[in-house]
């Protein structure tokens, strides 16, 4: 155990503060400040952790990270043995310890009474200090297998169990049909959340670890899904649910009504140092961001730091409470007010603003958005209340409102992987579609969701794949398909 005593002396949460908002508009840079990063308060932190006999927070980790061991380790200042007590459970922790929600937090026993331990970024600190230190090296694989794994999609989910059965001793290639590697994590995430040298240094490593990448190809188009599945003893789809809910009401197909999605790849290829001719940005603009989830965040931070005017975001439902309420006790991930790095650079948040038309001007040009306050219905719908409408000016809107769910067209057309009448793929316990020696993993298999569950679920299609390949596998299966129902 940490401290004995450490969760009595100390009682407050302490972690590094953000960079100055005026310093960090000017820049795309991560918004965690580097200074602030502090080895006392870090062991005072790690120190916290009561060793429960049940740590809930394992639970509450989609990873199920050992969190209570690597407090500790941290705490004695064994950094080398906390960061192998972290990579057994997670291949990634810079993405994770950079950009989770951290559910393990919420249900930090602690937290009962008490700030939680700042579990997130004692995981942060553990992997960034052994790239400092040298220690991540590449695992080679002792052996061959002979056997050959195709994964589509490039995402943390991909890259994870590509990561797995390359080290299982399986010839793994990675198509992308993307430019790049790394899926939302490229494109999606802009950089003032997670640089994307993090990225790219784990590609590297994977890469002197035997897997290969295949970039600007995509399954279905440059190459059928049969013809892959023919080439490949086992194939695992990690295309992630990149169809993002529209709005379709009047106007909707005016001049600077964007899906939020488009606006984000721009901002991070022009972040990345790319000329985009016709670049869309907020630059003057007074945006109206419809969707106050992650996508819509993001598109805060990166309009304020192209200069908009103004940035203001509308959420259709009530706004939530500030404290986690009484039907989602601890230990559960409460649904509560979120104030993201980007809330607190500016912009304004309206609740209960149901959007029902997008006005434009003579040339075709939206203008404004005409919305109305949204009223529950008996019958649990929500609906524009009548006579409640009013305009707000508007140069550029951004559609952040979800996505619905994975491309599934070329699949459907040239596969025996069934759907399900929502059209998503059908998957077993074990990851595996209904085409033999196909799989599905992360988003594309359990819809739009977050980093941590896509490499939970990488993690578990790799030792599914394993076994099914080898007959059996000792890759580590964090997450089956039906906890991951359970717990969605
Ligand atoms: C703007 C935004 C911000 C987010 N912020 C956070 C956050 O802060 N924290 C968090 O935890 N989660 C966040 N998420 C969610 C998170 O990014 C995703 O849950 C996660 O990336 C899913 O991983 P994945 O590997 O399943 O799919 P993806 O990351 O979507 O990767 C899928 C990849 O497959 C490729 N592909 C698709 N079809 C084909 C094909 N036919 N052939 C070849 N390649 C193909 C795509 O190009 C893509 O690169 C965010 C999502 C968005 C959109
Ligand atoms: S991956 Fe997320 S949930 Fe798991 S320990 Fe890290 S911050 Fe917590």
Not at 54 to 74: A, K, R, S, V, Y
Not at 127 to 145: L, M, N
Not at 201 to 216: D, P, S
Not at 378 to 386: A, F, M, N, Y
């Amino acid at each position: 155990m940490a401290d004995p005593r450490g969760f009595l002396k100390v009682r407050e949460r302490e972690v590094p503060a953000y960079r100055p908002v005026p310093v960090r508009l000017r820049d795309w840079k991560e918004v965690r400040d580097e200074l602030g990063r502090d080895e006392v308060v870090l062991k005072r932190q790690a120190g916290r952790c009561m060793d429960c006999g049940i740590p809930f927070c394992h639970q509450g980790c989609p990873l199920g990270n050992l969190i209570p061991e690597w407090n500790d380790l941290m705490w004695r200042g064994q950094d080398a043995d906390a960061l192998d007590r972290l990579h057994a459970t997670n291949n990634f922790p810079e993405f994770t310890g950079r950009i989770c929600p951290a559910p393990c937090e919420t249900s930090c026993v602690l937290g009962i009474n008490q700030p939680a331990v700042t579990i997130k970024n004692v995981e942060v600190e553990i992997i960034d200090r052994g790239f400092e230190a040298g220690r991540v090296t590449p695992h080679i694989a002792q052996r061959h297998t002979g056997r050959t794994v195709a994964v589509v999609g490039s995402g943390p989910a991909g890259l994870a169990a590509a990561q797995q059965l390359t080290r299982a001793g399986h010839t793994v290639a990675v198509y992308e049909r993307s430019d790049r590697i790394g899926g939302l994590l490229r494109y999606g995430v802009p950089d003032f959340k997670m640089e994307k040298h993090h990225i790219d240094r784990r590609v590297a490593q994977m890469e002197r670890e035997g897997t290969r990448f295949r970039t600007g190809i995509e399954i279905g188009k440059d190459l059928t899904w049969e013809d892959l599945r023919a080439r490949y003893d086992a194939v695992l789809i990690a295309t992630g649910a990149p169809v993002e809910r529209d709005l379709p009401i009047p106007g909707r197909d005016l001049d600077g009504v964007h899906f939020a999605m488009s606006y984000l790849e721009q901002g991070n290829r022009a972040a990345a140092g790319e000329d985009i001719p016709g670049q869309l940005t907020a630059e003057g603009k007074h945006v109206i961001v419809i969707g106050g989830g992650d996508t819509g965040s993001d598109c805060i931070g990166t309009a304020l730091r192209q200069g908009a005017a103004s940035v203001t975001t509308l959420a259709i439902g009530k706004k939530p409470p500030v404290d986690r309420p009484g039907n989602q006790p601890w230990p559960t991930d409460p649904r509560v007010f979120e104030v993201s790095s980007s809330h607190e650079e500016g912009g304004t948040r309206e609740y209960l603003a149901s959007t029902v038309e997008f006005v434009g001007d003579e040339s075709g040009h939206v203008r404004s958005l005409r919305v109305a306050v949204t009223q529950y219905n008996p019958d649990g719908s929500r609906t524009p209340t009548p006579g409640t409408e009013r305009d707000i000016p508007a140069d550029l809107v951004l559609i952040a409102m979800g996505f619905t769910g994975p491309e599934v067209t070329s699949l459907a057309a040239q596969s025996q992987v069934a759907l399900t009448a929502r059209r998503h793929i059908e998957r077993t316990d074990d990851y595996a579609t209904t085409h033999d020696g196909v799989f599905v993993a992360g988003d594309a298999g359990r819809g739009a969701s977050l980093v941590v569950w896509a490499i939970a679920e990488g993690r578990a299609a790799a030792a599914a794949i394993d076994e099914y390949l080898s007959g059996s596998t000792e890759l580590p299966a964090p997450v089956t398909a039906h906890q991951v129902a359970l717990r969605a």
